[in-house]
């Protein structure tokens, strides 16, 4: 299999950008592309040599100076000194996997020919990205219109050779930087620089991000709820197909199948049950989960509009003889989605607290707090006090940034999106929903010690077996939190493929 993904103006699904992050594929832009972005900077630069309109963030100032014309001379002035006045981003470093969408985003963005850029531009960004080059970017300074200004702005610094930037882990000057990959500072040509930062390639990378994590981590969340059905000696009758078919909504089908799949053939799932149901964060799996996966779902779908678009201003039509001015830079998709995707997200750390909790309780034979001698020894009680400080955080994450705006540059820009606010919060929401899963997983694998010598699944038994050898059972009080840890890794080292085999 090439290592090599052509960037053009082919559709770019999901599934690719998985692939070219985790098997480290090179970049490479197709005839295609080069072709469009020919064609595109062509045209602009036969109108701009006529001279005789005026382009919004062209041949004109910006936001509330779009009246001020900007005579011919100073046009690359006028692009590199937007980079600089718009790199104000502060706070917390964006991550470098977010860096990296970013670049690959925007590369993407650029290959369709609508926003003016040279080919020369996009390949200084190929090469960042096949290097391994991160430019410092900050997690505040977005309002998501118009686009991601800032986080975009600190971007577009390294390629003139300013900021700083990790290369292959290093901290060094984008400079020294530029000197190793033996490029030289990029000047930048007519409406260059207003391209690099108009879009919504901050705010999508994290929508893509938490996308593509939130799909393990619900397949996750099936197979830990089934393990936690196990332990708490759970009836079967709640995943029974026929109830789901009286209320087909896909994602709930898909969530009592994978509960069936992971129970199959355990003999504490065919026993006789003492009690008649089972509390809902056990019964009740399939709606909840299954909602959640109908959101997310959804949320693919935006998203995957959003990788496969122009979200620039003004864009460029060739083809038409036009140039056009438009609000492509606002983010408001992707800040619903991103709003959407924490809740969705909140709910199955929520439910999976309630499984923890039911677990430690004393409750169907379980010893409390499933210590071998409670009291002396206190167990996994202060564990769920961890997950129950996670989910409370989390409600408070939910609070959607799409509801609010703030005016800015003067009036102009009077209804913001705020979707780098609802990305940065959909991402600690990930991460924290990884560990109320891996709380859940360690309580209900100790839970399962006390139902021996009975077996659960085929399945779920030679998964338990293996974590035993990161985490043992729990015969006396230890530091849980380097179990919480081990067992993070664990989860998070299953293959993708198990996982979504219980579709």
């Not at 959003?306 to 201003?313: G, M």
């Not at 992707?334 to 929520?350: M, R």
């Not at 293996?466 to 664990?490: C, G, N």
Request: charged share 20%.
């Amino acid at each position: 299999m090439s290592k090599t993904h052509l960037i053009g103006p082919d559709y770019l699904r999901l599934e690719d950008i998985r692939s070219i992050l985790d098997e480290g594929r090179q970049l490479a832009l197709s005839d295609a592309a080069r072709k469009r972005l020919k064609d595109c900077r062509l045209f602009l630069d036969s109108r701009l040599l006529a001279g005789t309109e005026y382009y919004y963030g062209i041949n004109t100032g910006f936001g509330a100076l779009q009246n001020v014309v900007i005579s011919p001379t100073e046009l690359e002035a006028l692009q590199r000194n937007l980079v600089r006045s718009h790199a104000c981003g502060t706070g917390q470093e964006a991550p470098g996997g977010i860096i990296r969408l970013m670049l690959l985003l925007k590369i993407q963005s650029l290959c369709y020919g609508h926003s003016g850029v040279r080919s020369d531009l996009v390949d200084y960004l190929v090469r960042f990205f096949n290097a391994g080059l991160n430019p410092v970017i900050y997690q505040q300074g977005s309002l998501g219109a118009s686009g991601d200004l800032a986080p975009l702005a600190h971007m577009s610094l390294a390629l003139l050779g300013e900021g700083m930037a990790d290369l292959q882990g290093r901290r060094i000057p984008a400079a020294e930087a530029l000197a190793i990959l033996q490029l030289r500072p990029l000047t930048l040509e007519a409406k260059e620089g207003l391209a690099l930062l108009n879009g919504t390639q901050f705010s999508t990378a994290y929508a893509v991000w938490c996308v593509l994590q939130a799909e393990r981590l619900l397949a996750l969340s099936h197979l830990v709820g089934s393990l936690s059905c196990e332990a708490f000696d759970c009836r079967t009758s709640p995943f029974d197909e026929r109830l789901h078919r009286l209320r087909p909504h896909p994602g709930q089908v898909a969530s009592a199948a994978a509960i069936r799949y992971w129970r199959l053939a355990s003999e504490l799932a065919e026993r006789e049950k003492p009690s008649l149901q089972d509390p809902y964060a056990f019964r009740c799996i399939p709606q909840v989960h299954g909602a959640s996966a109908d959101a997310i779902a959804y949320i693919r779908e935006v998203t995957s509009v959003e990788i496969n678009s122009v979200t620039d201003n003004p864009n460029i039509f060739p083809e038409d003889e036009m140039i056009l001015s438009g609000g492509n830079f606002h983010a408001q998709p992707i800040a619903l989605a991103l709003d959407h995707l924490a809740i969705a997200l909140s709910e199955l750390g929520s439910i999976s607290e309630r499984r923890t909790y039911q677990l430690l309780s004393g409750a169907r034979g379980l010893p409390a707090f499933l210590s071998p001698s409670p009291g002396l020894h206190s167990g996994l009680m202060i564990a769920q006090y961890t997950a129950a400080s996670i989910v409370s955080q989390n409600k408070q994450l939910c609070t959607p940034a799409s509801v609010d705006s703030i005016v800015s540059s003067n009036g102009q820009e009077d209804h913001v999106s705020m979707a780098a606010n609802a990305g940065t919060k959909a991402f600690q929401v990930v991460e924290n929903l990884q560990t109320l899963l891996a709380i859940e997983w360690m309580t209900a694998a100790q839970a399962l010690h006390f139902r021996r010598p009975l077996k659960s699944s085929p399945l779920l038994e030679d998964l338990v077996e293996h974590y035993r050898r990161a985490v043992p059972v729990l015969e006396k009080d230890r530091v849980l939190s380097e179990d919480i840890a081990r067992t993070k890794r664990f989860l998070g080292s299953l293959d993708n493929r198990k996982l979504d085999a219980g579709y």
